[in-house]
């Protein structure tokens, strides 16, 4: 079984700051991949960083980085330079290769809402 | 490229009717999964086809149905309304199994 849990259900971040979203994980899989998605109101899921668990570096995608620790199970979203724009829901999710590849465990998400 | 194009977009049915939903992938994928999301919790997985099969299928009760064309779209059915089906269905495509999902707007249904 996989789990995901995400312990902010809402955090503030002042425009132009940089902000952590938490993410543990649970798997027995041996290989999985870990994805973050933003989710505005409109109530579309944008994909928005990938981390393999076997990838030796942290992933990044513009102002995004994925601060992955194995060890600690954790997978936390660093949105760096935050903007109004990013104001949304942000859910970590999961899904194991020798599972049903094509299922993606999500969390229950954190509302992250940016200040001016 | 076009997106994930789910439709419609909106939907209001009444306990005991039947829904069907569709959905078509991205251009070249060949992997669809549904889910359902209820508000305020993260989107719970219902099934994914491949290659018009069906490859799994999450903890949803028999009322929930759904296959793949081939042309790779695909269609959820729901039978027997519940209240508690009133959600965000969302479908996500990918190249394979094990790759990006990339997701459609959704379909919000409200059952009364």
């Known amino acids: 079984a996989q789990k995901i849990t995400q312990t902010q259900p809402g955090m503030f971040v002042q425009e132009k700051e940089a902000v952590t979203l938490d993410c543990t994980y649970d798997?027995?899989?041996?290989?999985?991949?870990l994805f973050w998605y933003k989710q505005p109101s409109s109530g579309e899921m944008i994909f928005l960083i990938y981390q393999g668990s076997y990838d030796q570096q942290n992933a990044t995608e513009g102002r995004y980085s994925l601060n992955f620790q194995k060890a600690r199970k954790s997978a936390n979203l660093v949105i760096s330079a935050s903007q109004l724009g990013d104001s949304a829901m942000y859910f970590c999710?999961?899904?194991?290769?020798?599972?049903?590849?094509?299922?993606?465990?999500f969390g229950d998400g954190t509302t992250l809402t940016v200040k001016p | 490229d076009a997106g994930v194009t789910q439709s419609p977009t909106h939907l209001i049915k009444t306990r005991g009717q039947h829904v069907t939903l569709r959905c078509s992938p991205i251009s070249g994928h060949k992997s669809v999964s549904w889910y359902q999301q209820v508000l305020g919790q993260g989107p719970q997985f219902i099934f994914q086809y491949y290659e018009k099969e069906e490859r799994g299928r999450g903890n949803f009760p028999d009322r929930f149905s759904a296959r793949q064309f081939p042309n790779y779209s695909s269609e959820l059915n729901v039978n027997a309304l519940l209240l508690g089906d009133s959600a965000l269905y969302l479908c996500?495509?990918?190249?394979?199994?094990?790759?990006?999902?990339?997701f459609g707007p959704g379909t919000r249904l409200t059952v009364t």
């Open positions: 798997t027995s899989d041996p290989s999985y991949g």
């Open positions: 999710a999961m899904r194991g290769v020798n599972t049903n590849a094509g299922k993606s465990t």
């Open positions: 996500a495509s990918s190249l394979q199994s094990f790759y990006e999902q990339y």
